[in-house]
């Protein structure tokens, strides 16, 4: 199954064409982001003979090259690893295989791109202001997204060690297995994950900090009624404490009352929502009200013909590696497929020398 898209209606937009040419550097294909979307493009990319870029970012989004998967531990749930693999040891491994069909891979931050016109132009960071511009045919934007967090006291010793942003990704890592476990947030996401945890934590507290849920009726009524699940109303956390290893309680307050308390938990889980980093490509490419990148249903394109987005810079339901990965893949094929049909149309390029789709893949149903 495909990664979400989001919009019923998207109108593609064709920039105006025959563009300069950068003398500094022109490619067919330039990905941004280095995460399962972006490695995913740069390997089939790279194995069609498109020799594409991936610009992996200097600490871009606030990440290391690598993206979210570089700060989550064990990874259980992706295919192929039966035995689980760190995040970051995953993301080394997806880098490797990019590199050993050619990708080349730029350890630098995109600041600026300009998609008024093809081939696109963009700027590295510190140089955005400068005249000297690089370009490309197409662009694959996988620059992902972030889950907010609230920066408590004490989240840092224990992110990743009791603390964490999803919980399908490590609800059911061993430290958290029938134990206490704490859900903040208020909306549909919270209400879901906190039902997920029930499976595996002996009992869930949601902190909430008004005295209702944003969540729809029905995940309300299913979080309330459930017999593992405690909701904390007008409540807040001011400090995440543990034993320098793992965590082992919030502290909490009644913003009402101004009641202080420990709440012995080995697991807290953030449900207040992600930003997706779109901040690259603001008033360029349509966005949806939450700031995620519109695409075709079905498809990795977005609002600008020859512009691509695949993994949770477009994906605000799913969010998991898996569905990163399956979208970069989409991503690749349709930029190969844009790639073969206007070289085609190149009365400049000799009909032996344009692209051929790899492994006859052609963009339509096959027969």
Request: proline share 4%; glycine share 10%; charged share 25%.
């Amino acid at each position: 199954m495909a990664p979400i898209t989001n919009g019923d209606h998207l109108t593609v937009n064709e920039p105006k064409s025959k563009g300069e040419k950068s003398t500094k550097q022109h490619s067919q294909v330039v990905i941004i982001g280095s995460g399962p979307a972006g490695h995913t493009a740069a390997i089939y990319l790279a194995r069609a003979n498109l020799e594409p870029i991936l610009y992996e970012g200097m600490l871009a989004n606030g990440f290391a090259p690598g993206g979210q998967l570089t700060t989550t531990t064990e990874v259980e749930n992706f295919p192929g690893f039966p035995d689980g693999v760190t995040g970051t040891e995953m993301m080394d491994k997806f880098r490797a295989q990019s590199e050993r069909f050619g990708t080349k891979i730029i350890t630098e931050t995109i600041a600026r791109v300009d998609l008024t016109q093809r081939p696109f132009k963009y700027w590295t960071e510190g140089e955005e202001e400068e005249a000297d511009f690089m370009t490309a045919d197409t662009i694959i934007i996988a620059t992902g997204a972030s889950a907010k967090r609230l920066f408590l006291p004490g989240e840092e010793t224990y992110w990743q060690s009791g603390i964490s942003a999803c919980a399908v990704c490590d609800g059911a890592v061993p430290i958290f297995r029938n134990k206490p476990l704490a859900v903040i947030g208020g909306g549909d996401s919270a209400a879901e994950e906190a039902t997920y945890l029930t499976k595996y934590g002996s009992h869930v507290y949601v902190l909430v900090r008004r005295d209702e849920l944003r969540a729809s009726k029905i995940m309300a009524k299913r979080l309330t009624s459930h017999p593992k699940v405690t909701v904390l109303w007008n409540t807040v956390a001011t400090e995440c404490k543990g034993d320098g290893d793992l965590l082992q309680s919030l502290a909490i307050k009644n913003v009402k009352t101004g009641e202080e308390k420990d709440l012995a938990v080995n697991g807290l889980f953030y449900a207040i929502g992600h930003e997706p980093a779109t901040s690259l490509i603001k008033s360029q490419l349509e966005t949806d009200v939450d700031g995620y990148i519109k695409t075709i249903p079905g498809t990795a394109q977005t609002s600008i013909k020859g512009v691509f987005a695949a993994g949770d810079v477009q994906d605000k339901k799913y969010r998991q590696a898996i569905t990163s990965a399956g979208s970069g893949c989409m991503a690749a094929l349709e930029a190969e497929r844009l790639i073969s049909e206007e070289e085609a149309e190149d009365e400049n390029i000799p009909a032996d020398q344009v692209h051929v789709p790899a492994e006859g893949y052609l963009g339509a149903d096959k027969e």
